[in-house]
């Protein structure tokens, strides 16, 4: 407990930000030696004004800090520094990356990581394209990075886990505070196959300005950023610069150009995005994560060969018929075909079964083509 404190004191003086304290740990190594330097010592370093020196001189260890790890300790959750070898080097790579931050899971600092983001107010296509594409990239090894925001980060973490994959949410909250409230049991499934990381204090709450605070650390932490939908103005889109910022790769889902949804999306490829449709245009563009490619590849082959599937009797054929490359929800399709859900679902299940239908998050269904 007590070699953290050192590091939650200097995050509290007033004027030290993490591009600042980055500084002073490059110059100082420790936290510890940073705030028992002189003042004289302390403006040697570029940024660091008398005033801060003195602000950092005059600095004393809070009761709060100690509670907190206190917290921390009983949750189960790590608080990972900067100079601890847990730390992901991606992230460090950034020029303002978190001088600490807190963890609830399993981090694999050197993992694969890609982030899918998008809009909160997703359309069907934008919720199951998300899925899929995480799903895939998953099942190769990768690992899917979001911010478990409703829409298609929720959508992204989904797929990830039901593929058997990894993923890592980057929230905008303290750990302590699940936001949105309905996503408390993605939470707990995300921890249990990756990890839930935030650089706010435990309970801190949804603040507007947090969130783009924490784009920085979904791209940070990814080789690139999958934007499957986005308007003009768009968290997502925050989410695409700060990857450029940072020399990372840029991704685009193209949508219809009648969704005001997909607006944002067209603009990136527009500037220069790569145009993304599945998984395989993602990874060809990182040679060296071949070998995911492989081990997605020798999945795919185990697969036994596929016949020649066809819907059964006239109530199956009626369901397939009624599905299109769109998810739509069962209640509609149910309704449309004048049918019981219950029945349709049976014929659904069917239809999955043959490898004729799929099922995006939400009982939303739509025709497998390949």
């Known amino acids: 407990m007590e070699s953290l404190v050192p590091w939650m004191t200097l995050r509290s003086v007033h004027g030290i930000g993490n591009l600042l304290f980055g500084k002073l740990i490059d110059f100082f190594e420790t936290p510890e030696r940073v705030l028992d330097a002189s003042i004289s010592e302390l403006v040697k370093v570029n940024g660091i004004s008398q005033r801060l020196a003195e602000n950092i001189k005059s600095v004393k260890k809070r009761d709060a800090s100690y509670r907190e790890i206190e917290t921390a300790q009983k949750k189960?959750?790590?608080?990972?520094?900067?100079?601890?070898?847990?730390?992901?080097?991606?992230?460090?790579?950034?020029?303002?990356?978190?001088?600490?931050?807190?963890?609830?899971?399993?981090?694999?600092?050197?993992?694969?990581?890609?982030?899918?983001?998008?809009?909160?107010?997703?359309?069907?296509?934008?919720?199951?394209?998300?899925?899929?594409i995480a799903g895939n990239l998953a099942a190769m090894g990768i690992t899917i990075v979001s911010g478990m925001a409703r829409g298609v980060d929720t959508a992204a973490h989904e797929g990830a886990i039901e593929?058997?994959?990894?993923?890592?949410?980057?929230?905008?909250?303290?750990?302590?505070?699940?936001?949105?409230?309905?996503?408390?049991?993605l939470y707990k499934r995300i921890?249990?196959?990756?990890?839930?990381?935030?650089?706010?204090?435990?309970?801190?709450?949804?603040?507007?300005?947090?969130?783009?605070?924490?784009?920085?650390?979904?791209?940070?932490?990814?080789?690139?950023?999958?934007?499957?939908?986005?308007?003009?103005?768009?968290?997502?889109?925050?989410?695409?610069?700060?990857?450029?910022?940072?020399?990372?790769?840029?991704?685009?889902?193209?949508?219809?150009?009648r969704s005001a949804r997909s607006a944002g999306t067209h603009s990136l490829i527009k500037q220069g995005a790569k145009l993304a449709v599945n998984a395989q245009d993602i990874i060809e563009e990182f040679p060296f994560l071949s070998k995911?490619?492989?081990?997605?590849?020798?999945?795919?082959?185990?697969?036994?060969?596929?016949?020649?599937?066809?819907?059964?009797?006239?109530?199956?054929?009626?369901?397939?018929?009624?599905?299109?490359?769109?998810?739509?929800?069962?209640?509609?399709?149910?309704?449309?075909?004048?049918?019981?859900?219950?029945?349709?679902?049976?014929?659904?299940?069917?239809?999955?079964?043959?490898g004729l239908a799929k099922q995006a998050p939400g009982k939303m269904f739509y025709k497998h083509e390949d």
Request: proline share 8%; aromatic share 6%; no cysteine.
């Open 76 to 132: 189960g959750i790590r608080i990972i520094t900067l100079n601890d070898p847990d730390y992901p080097p991606l992230l460090k790579e950034i020029s303002d990356p978190p001088p600490f931050f807190y963890v609830l899971g399993k981090l694999q600092p050197h993992s694969a990581n890609i982030a899918v983001v998008g809009s909160r107010n997703a359309t069907d296509y934008g919720l199951s394209s998300a899925w899929e």
């Open 163 to 185: 593929a058997g994959g990894a993923t890592l949410a980057i929230l905008g909250t303290g750990l302590l505070k699940i936001y949105p409230s309905e996503n408390a049991g």
């Open 191 to 257: 921890s249990e196959n990756g990890a839930v990381i935030s650089e706010f204090h435990l309970n801190a709450e949804p603040a507007a300005h947090h969130f783009p605070i924490r784009n920085r650390v979904i791209s940070g932490l990814s080789l690139g950023v999958v934007v499957v939908e986005a308007a003009k103005r768009s968290g997502a889109l925050i989410t695409a610069r700060t990857a450029l910022d940072q020399n990372r790769e840029v991704f685009a889902l193209p949508g219809s150009v």
């Open 292 to 354: 995911f490619q492989s081990m997605g590849n020798s999945k795919q082959n185990t697969k036994k060969p596929k016949t020649e599937a066809r819907p059964g009797d006239a109530d199956e054929q009626r369901a397939f018929d009624i599905l299109s490359p769109y998810p739509v929800h069962i209640d509609d399709l149910a309704f449309k075909l004048s049918m019981e859900p219950g029945n349709l679902s049976a014929l659904l299940l069917q239809l999955e079964l043959k």
